[in-house]
């Protein structure tokens, strides 16, 4: 194991292993199989690509992305390791070469697309050669209940009857039971050793805020937590996606588009620009993300409520792959509520989809609305708990809710339900109950019903937070109809009998908690540092452009930020920085020397 950690070292640039890596590569190096379940962000890459140094013979990856792959590769060349894509990017004439330099034991690696690897010509040829060992790269992808099915995975288990000398690595990020026993099956991994991971992201910061102008709102978190920075902002509509991004572009801020209905040219684009250059805001649907393995995106908002706790942790997890502080901010507000309850009700999907969409979608809402901390609420729902009693990094710990009995005012609200017929929205219920002569108000004659004005002590603000916690806990539902028309339900009839107590939390005061910036504080730098950081910055942005690769190739912004730190003035001490390896040591230390003495 000294070796793999001088490999670490020297050739990635890193001091330690991170959680499970050392165990995974020890298993593998000596000739185990082995399955990984880590979370984005957890370094499965290393699990193979160390091994794969250290064993004699090529090691050959297998990847459904196209574009990952030949983002890992062109990050193994900037570190000096032989590596290459096969890949139906590649013409035929640059396959053959591959192939050539593939039986001239010219790589240690070898990222290849599954339905490659199957032909028979692929496997024939690499039977020529030693083989290192076979790393199965998203395994998730044999799942036929996942959403990122590939018929070609399903066959891989080829490998272990052709080659069964060879070990074999299956690596996935998805968390949940199923999968991973199917995972087991398909590819006959019943003797591999399981490596599972905590899921957890300590490094994300999570925060729910009540929606009142998501724009503008979203605006205000931009520029005081995240001003220079790259982020992606999820919208659920095509047409929210546009005008976001128009909107954020017209305030000064470099954003760009993604969704399913633009062309694909326009699309690959903008997805490059994100990638490439620094401080790209990417406002997208959920069609975006998939593959994308930026390390330096430092937040994800939302500012529409996903589907499920599933789908909002794999959003929020493109945050921060870096490790480095980073933020998962949403805004979320009762016409959120209503929006979901609606689309499950009006799909066309059999009533057992129903039913668990609907479940997902509770799940979610309890989320949005509890009041204890969020990622252990999250953990918990993928099977996981935390020793500790908060996380301290989500917006419940940070700035924990009051709760309130809002037994009366609930009783309050749904009486005004039922009296006037429960075919309004919350609006005009809320102007029933603070007593407001509307033109609606006066044409229904709500002026003379007992629950006109009943609410007049509370703002508009607080009766829209009550309404939306009510629909959430299911005491209120919206009809199927789609006008937002709220009526009662089951669960009602106890609250309104006084049975039953409800308590609801306070609205949390979330402007205190936005001006303090999470983690590794860049606002904390004098002014010296903050020189010298965009001194590096603009450095790295020059190279990365000259090099034609994404400045985080070149360095992280961990490595920047410790060159910030530490300022090391020797080339020894220039090594020790976390991120510098031997080869960009080489080549790059001369002209980080230069600007760390002038800095
Ligand atoms: P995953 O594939 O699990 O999402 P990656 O393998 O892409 O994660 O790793 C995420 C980031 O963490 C990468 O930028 C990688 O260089 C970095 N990383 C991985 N292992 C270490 C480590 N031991 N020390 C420091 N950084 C690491
Ligand atoms: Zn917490």
């Known amino acids: 194991m000294s070796e793999a950690l001088n490999i670490l070292k020297e050739v990635f640039g890193y001091p330690a292993f991170r959680g499970q890596q050392a165990e995974v590569i020890a298993h593998l190096a000596s000739g185990g199989d082995c399955l990984v379940l880590m979370p984005t962000g957890g370094g499965k890459s290393l699990c193979y690509q160390i091994p794969a140094l250290l064993r004699n013979g090529v090691a050959i990856v297998v990847s459904p992305l196209i574009a990952l792959m030949q983002n890992q590769v062109t990050a193994l060349h900037e570190i000096g390791v032989r590596a290459a894509v096969l890949n139906s990017s590649l013409s035929q004439q640059e396959a053959i070469q591959v192939e050539q330099k593939l039986l001239a034991d010219e790589f240690d690696l070898l990222y290849v697309a599954p339905e490659r690897l199957l032909t028979a010509r692929f496997l024939n040829l690499i039977a020529r050669i030693p083989i290192a060992l076979f790393a199965i790269d998203e395994a998730h992808c044999v799942s036929q209940w996942g959403h990122d099915f590939r018929p070609e995975y399903i ?14 690595i299956a690596l996935t990020a998805t968390a949940d039971m199923d999968t991973r026993k199917e995972i ?10 399981v490596f599972v991971s905590s899921f957890d992201r300590p490094n994300i910061r999570y925060q ?28 659920l509509s095509r047409k929210k996606v546009e005008e976001t991004a128009l909107w954020l572009a017209k305030q000064g801020l470099s954003a760009v588009a993604y969704h399913a209905g633009m062309s694909m040219q326009q699309r690959s684009l903008n997805q490059e620009k994100f990638l490439r250059e620094e401080s790209i805001i990417m406002v ?14 430092r937040f994800v908002a939302h500012l529409d409520l996903p589907k499920s706790i599933e789908g909002y942790y794999q959003e929020t997890g ?5 490790g480095q502080a980073a933020n998962a901010w949403m805004a979320y507000g009762l016409g959120d509520v209503i929006q979901q309850r609606r689309m499950i009700e009006e799909s066309e999907a059999q009533h057992r989809f129903k039913q668990v969409a609907a479940r997902k979608l509770e799940a979610m ?17 993928f099977g996981e708990s935390i020793e500790t ?15 309130w009995d809002a037994t009366v005012e609930v009783q309050k609200a749904m009486s005004c339900v039922y009296r006037t017929g429960q075919i309004f929205g919350a609006g005009h219920l809320i102007d029933v109950l603070r007593g407001n002569l509307t033109d609606r108000v006066k044409e229904w004659h709500h002026d003379k019903i007992s629950t006109f004005g009943i609410g007049k002590d509370f703002p508009e603000k607080t009766w829209r937070a009550i309404f939306r916690q009510i629909v959430a806990l299911g005491l209120l539902t919206p009809d199927s109809e789609g006008h937002g028309a709220l009526h009662l339900t089951e669960a009602s009839r106890a609250v309104l009998k006084g049975q039953q107590n409800v308590c609801l939390r306070q609205q949390t005061k979330i402007e205190q908690l936005s001006r303090k910036r999470s ?25 990365a452009k000259e090099h034609g690769v994404p400045a985080y190739v070149i360095f992280h912004d961990a490595t920047l930020h410790e060159l910030v730190r530490l300022c090391p003035q020797t080339e020894d001490e220039l090594s020790q920085v976390t991120g510098i390896g031997a080869r960009k040591l080489d080549k790059y230390g001369t002209y980080l020397m230069e600007i760390l003495r002038d800095g």
Not at 208 to 229: C, M, W, Y
Not at 537 to 543: C, F, G, N
Request: with cysteine.
């Open 208 to 235: 729910i805020v009540d929606k009142t102008n998501s724009r503008s709102q979203l605006l205000t978190f931009i520029q005081a937590e995240h001003p220079g920075d790259a982020g992606i902002v999820y919208c």
């Open 318 to 322: 493109r945050a921060g792959r870096d």
């Open 284 to 297: 997208a649907t959920i069609a975006f993300g998939m593959g994308i393995d930026k390390p330096d995106v």
């Open 155 to 168: 066959q891989l288990s080829i490998l272990h009857e052709r080659f069964p000398e060879v070990p074999r």
């Open 389 to 403: 009693a908060g996380c301290g990094n989500c917006d419940i710990c940070l700035n924990p809710p009051q709760v």
């Open 519 to 543: 983690g590794d504080d860049l606002i904390s730098l004098d002014s010296a540092e903050r020189s010298l950081w965009e001194q590096l910055r603009s450095w790295r942005a020059k190279t």
């Open 365 to 381: 809402l309890s989320l949005c609305e509890t009041t204890t901390c969020r990622r252990t609420r999250m953990l918990s729902y």
């Open 184 to 193: 087991i099956e398909r590819l006959g991994l019943n003797i591999a050793k």
